[in-house]
Each structure stands twice: as structure tokens, then as C-alpha cells.
């Protein structure tokens, strides 16, 4: 049986109480145990990194316009107004055309979220959409891992030397971006869940 989350684990975890966390929850329980995040460690590190891509689990979009995506074609970004339009979104923050187009693939609908990309703010798909990202990346095997081991990660042509933590926090975020406060975020989580 898989483990269930609770809103006041998400409320341990971020120090606060959000509007969002109840609807959260219920979709963290029916989806993320099809994707093989089932275990209280597993969920130590995907909430870690939902609670700091959410603010505290306050978001589902990033604050910021979307201005700085705008021409990137590693994120499929080519069309005028693509920064903006296909700006983070879902509990993970997936950015850019090319994955939001990739996501509508999973759905089945092409251009599902290409035409409504406002969709991934919705709790079912914010939580779908992050549970995608964690399985196409394989981040349970990372996850798994005890905290003292040291994992390989390519970052910017160099092969490092990381934790499971920063393995996954580079693999979410691209870089060290609130790297802090995702180790802090995970280790609340431990202490709540494990």
C-alpha cells in the first residue's frame, strides 16, 4: 500500500498553511503512486523540491513574466511571445513550448496545453506534469539513494561530484537555484515523513 500524504505534512514541511495544499494532496495520492513515488524517502525529495519551485506550495505558475525564456530554443521557445506564454507552470515548473508540447504528447491531445497553457496551473495537471518530469529522468534511483553517497551529474560539460539532493535539485532546476533551501526543504521533510 502506498504511503499517503497529508495536508499538514505539506504544512510541516513549507512552515505554512496554503490554499493550495488540500487540492495538492488529493492529486499527490491518486497520481504520484503510478509513477513509483510511493515511499515516505521518495517523497522526502519530491516535496522538497515542490515546496521550493511552489513557494512554500503558495504557486503553481513562476512569478516572473516568462520574458528571460523568450528566443531560447533549448526550451522549443522559437514563435514571438513564447517566454511569456509557456512560462513555469505545475508544482515542478515546466517551461518552454517544447515541454509543453511534449506533455500534451503524454495526454494524448497534441496541443492541449500549447493552447491552453494555463491547464498546468490546475492541480491535477501541476502534480501529473511534475510525476512526468520525475520518471522521465529516472529521479526515484536518485532519491533511493542513502543521503551519504555520492552520485555522478554532467553540469555544464563537467562531471560532478553530488548528493542525492543535488542531484536532483540540478536535474529539476538546471543549476544550483535555491539549492539551500531545497536541502533545507528536504530535510524538514525527513524529519516529518520518515
Not at 8 to 30: C, F, K, Q, Y
Not at 162 to 171: A, D, L, Q
Not at 173 to 191: H, L, P, V
Request: with cysteine; net charge negative; hydrophobic share 35%.
Amino acid at each position: 500500500m502506498a504511503y499517503l500524504i497529508q495536508p499538514e505534512h505539506l504544512t510541516a514541511i513549507a512552515g505554512r498553511t496554503t490554499p493550495l495544499m488540500a487540492g495538492l494532496v488529493d492529486w499527490i495520492n491518486s497520481t504520484c503512486p503510478g509513477y513509483g513515488i510511493d515511499s515516505p524517502q521518495e517523497f522526502c525529495h519530491f516535496l522538497a523540491q515542490a515546496c521550493h519551485e511552489t513557494d512554500h506550495f503558495n504557486t503553481l505558475h513562476e512569478y516572473a513574466s516568462g520574458n528571460a525564456y523568450e528566443g531560447r530554443a533549448d526550451l522549443g521557445n522559437t514563435q514571438p511571445g513564447d517566454g511569456v506564454r509557456f512560462k513555469g507552470r505545475g508544482i515542478f515548473q515546466t517551461t518552454g513550448r517544447a515541454n509543453y508540447l511534449q506533455l500534451g504528447l503524454k495526454q494524448g491531445q497534441q496541443n492541449l496545453f500549447i493552447d491552453n497553457p494555463a491547464l498546468l496551473e490546475q492541480p491535477q495537471y501541476a502534480v501529473w506534469s511534475a510525476c512526468e518530469f520525475w520518471q522521465t529522468r529516472n529521479l526515484n534511483d536518485a532519491a533511493n539513494h542513502a543521503d551519504t553517497d555520492i552520485l555522478k551529474k554532467k553540469y555544464r560539460g563537467n562531471v560532478i561530484d553530488v548528493s542525492p539532493v543535488e542531484f536532483i535539485s540540478y536535474t529539476i532546476n538546471g543549476g544550483t537555484n535555491g539549492m539551500d533551501e531545497r536541502k533545507k526543504y528536504y530535510a524538514i521533510a525527513q524529519s516529518v515523513l520518515t
